[in-house]
T-cell receptor
């Protein structure tokens, strides 16, 4: 089993739709969780951190479920500019920090 | 520009040659990370530094790969005797301790 798993997609959604991605992780000792966005042939850019209580930033909502070991990202009112690959990142410290990226979920918002 | 910078942005080399990449992190960040990314995959962790100390190395980092961060500021990643399988995007990121990482634009390596 991969340490961090994501559905690669693509998710093709119409403008204005709501879309949700999940990311599962295998290490129950994982401590920090992030969502990054990556445009084609560009570097990943931080979208948001994921806190235990859940957090929201405009149209984006991130949730953490430690019991089931997954994080989620919800995008409301999708825009064409949301088209990108969304990477889940999980870190834990077993002595030294270990950072693991998922393979990413591709989102295509269509007019 | 106060973000992470990487040099060069593109590198084409012949198999068997050595290459070296440089990363300049955000100045107040004490951690620096190297990743490798191939098409359709997420970034794969290679190694990271806290200040000048290299704290963790992935098993992906074979003996042909070496990274340094001599003064706790910029870092270099060297690949010796390059192979075609080394072709990838090499990404550098920095953070303050284990908080959010900020990435540079990457160095795209093509080994012919």
């Amino acid at each position: 089993r991969k340490e961090v798993e994501q559905d690669p997609g693509p998710f093709n959604v119409p403008e204005g739709a709501t879309v949700a991605f999940n990311c599962t992780y295998s290490n129950s000792a994982s401590q920090s969780f992030f969502w990054y966005r990556q445009d084609c042939r560009k570097e990943p850019k931080l979208l948001m951190s994921v806190y235990s209580s859940g957090n929201e930033d405009g149209r984006f909502t991130a949730q953490l479920n430690r019991a089931s070991q997954y994080i989620s990202l919800l995008i409301r009112d999708s825009k064409l500019s949301d088209s990108a690959t969304y990477l889940c990142v999980v870190t834990h410290s077993g002595g030294y920090q270990k950072v693991t990226f998922g393979t990413g979920t591709k989102l295509q918002v269509i007019p | 520009d106060t973000g992470v910078s990487q040099d060069p942005r593109h590198k084409i080399t012949k198999r068997g040659q050595n290459v070296t990449f440089r990363c300049d992190p955000i100045s107040e960040h004490n951690r620096l990370y190297w990743y490798r990314q191939t098409l359709g995959q997420g970034p794969e962790f290679l190694t990271y530094f806290q200040n000048e100390a290299q704290l963790e190395k992935s098993r992906l980092l074979s003996d042909r790969f070496s990274a340094e961060r001599p003064k706790g500021s910029f870092s270099t990643l060297e690949i010796q005797r390059t192979e075609q399988g080394d072709s990838a995007m090499y990404l550098c990121a920095s953070s303050f301790l284990g908080y959010e990482q900020f990435f540079g634009p990457g160095t795209r390596l093509t080994v012919l």
